[in-house]
Structures are given as structure tokens and as C-alpha cells.
T-cell receptor
Framework: AQSVTQLGSHVSVSEGALVLLRCNYS??????LFWYVQYPNQGLQLLLK??????LVKGINGFEAEFKKSETSFHLTKPSAHMSDAAEYFC???????????FGAGTTVTVRA | EAGVTQFPSHSVIEKGQTVTLRCDPI?????LYWYRRVMGKEIKFLLH????????ESGMPNNRFLAERTGGTYSTLKVQPAELEDSGVYFC?????????????FGPGTRLLVL
């Protein structure tokens, strides 16, 4: 079964500091990979996706993620955190022969002034 | 273009009652999905419609849950009778039919509390 591991359920960063959220997946075949964000009291919003094109994917709000097949990772980064980045972030995968998303447990980001 | 909408946004019911959640997908999206996040747990897949047909309902917890998608448009998810463990956030998502277009767009969710 497809599984997704997000390392760290909570991450706290200072405003202006690097945001790094880790995601590893288990799959013998590279799946489709996604990062979603949930702001307080809102639904899930797509940040970015990897679909076997470029390994470095740029998303909205200055976020990007790099697909590394050798490490089965798809870590999310943002060079400089903003207060508005405080939210819960989810890594998710879809196997190439499937349609349903498998989600990681989520990482809550807090940004300190 | 309107996004995925869900109704109601919140629902508080007593154990044993019935609740019906509604999802309107993005226009033109043949694929519709239901997911659920129970407090403290991961977001879990419930089922997948392609147009009006149930493609995969492997995630449905038990027979108290019934999903329908009449005419391949909006979908409803009914819980009857509701139990305490059904509390959580129910998300709906939709996507295009094409196999390469796997991106699912989510609605705001329905927050269900069973007392």
C-alpha cells in the first residue's frame, strides 16, 4: 500500500527564515505527488504538484518542492517565511495506476514574529 | 470558474440521527471523491465516483454511510444513524477525467460533530 511520511507534526519558524517540510513516500514506481495547504477554518488548497515533468516544482506563494527519486522524497521549501504561511501542510500521493490520494499526517507550521 | 462547494459547512447532531452532506464539483469534472479526517488522524479516502458510477468505495467505513451522485452532477453522503466516531471533517474533491490530470481540487469541507 502507498504510504506517505511527513517528518514532524509541528514546525515553528521565525518570520523570514527558511521553511522546510519533509515528505517521503513508499513506492516502487514514482507516483504523482502533491502538497496541499489548509489555512485556519478553510479547505485544502493545492500548493504544487509533481507529475513526472521537471523535478523541481514551483507552486503558489513562493513555495517549491524537489522530487528526488533516489531518496523517495518530495520536500517542500520556502526561502523566507511570512506570517501568512501559518497553516497545516499535507503531502499526498497518487499511484500511477490509481486515482485516490494517500495523505501524510500533516505538518502544522507556526511563524514567530 | 466556481470551485468545489460543500453544504453545510458545519453540522451538529445527536447520536442516532441522520445527516446528509452535499458536494457540488467543479463544472465538467467527471471524477468526484469523498475524504474524511477524524480528529487527530490522517485524511482518509472514502470513495470515488466517475460520473454517476461508484468506481471505488473501498474506504467507506460501514453500511451506515451511503453516497450517491445522481445524474453525474452533485453528490450526497448520508450517515444513518450517526455515531460518535463519525465526527470529523468531510472533504469533497473533483478532478478531470483524463488519466494525466490527476489533480484533485477540494471543497472547504463539512465539519460534523456527533454528540
Amino acid at each position: 500500500a502507498q504510504s506517505v511520511t511527513q517528518l514532524g507534526s509541528h514546525v515553528s519558524v521565525s518570520e523570514g527564515a527558511l521553511v522546510l517540510l519533509r515528505c517521503n513516500y513508499s513506492s516502487s514506481v514514482p507516483p504523482y505527488l502533491f502538497w496541499y495547504v489548509q489555512y485556519p477554518n478553510q479547505g485544502l488548497q493545492l500548493l504544487l504538484k509533481y507529475t513526472s515533468a521537471a523535478t523541481l516544482v514551483k507552486g503558489i506563494n513562493g513555495f517549491e518542492a524537489e522530487f528526488k527519486k533516489s531518496e523517495t522524497s518530495f520536500h517542500l521549501t520556502k526561502p523566507s517565511a511570512h506570517m501568512s504561511d501559518a497553516a497545516e501542510y499535507f503531502c499526498a500521493v497518487i499511484r500511477s495506476n490509481d486515482y485516490k490520494l494517500s495523505f501524510g499526517a500533516g505538518t502544522t507550521v507556526t511563524v514567530r514574529a | 470558474e466556481a470551485g468545489v462547494t460543500q453544504f453545510p459547512s458545519h453540522s451538529v447532531i445527536e447520536k442516532g440521527q441522520t445527516v446528509t452532506l452535499r458536494c457540488d464539483p467543479i463544472s465538467g469534472h467527471d471524477n468526484l471523491y469523498w475524504y474524511r479526517r477524524v480528529m487527530g488522524k490522517e485524511i482518509k479516502f472514502l470513495l470515488h465516483f466517475v460520473k454517476e458510477s461508484k468506481q471505488d468505495e473501498s474506504g467507506m467505513p460501514n453500511n451506515r454511510f451511503l453516497a450517491e451522485r445522481t445524474g453525474g452532477t452533485y453528490s450526497t453522503l448520508k450517515v444513518q444513524p450517526a455515531e460518535l466516531e463519525d465526527s470529523g471533517v468531510y472533504f469533497c474533491a473533483s478532478s478531470h477525467a483524463s488519466g494525466t490530470q490527476r489533480t484533485q481540487y477540494f471543497g472547504p469541507g463539512t465539519r460534523l460533530l456527533v454528540l
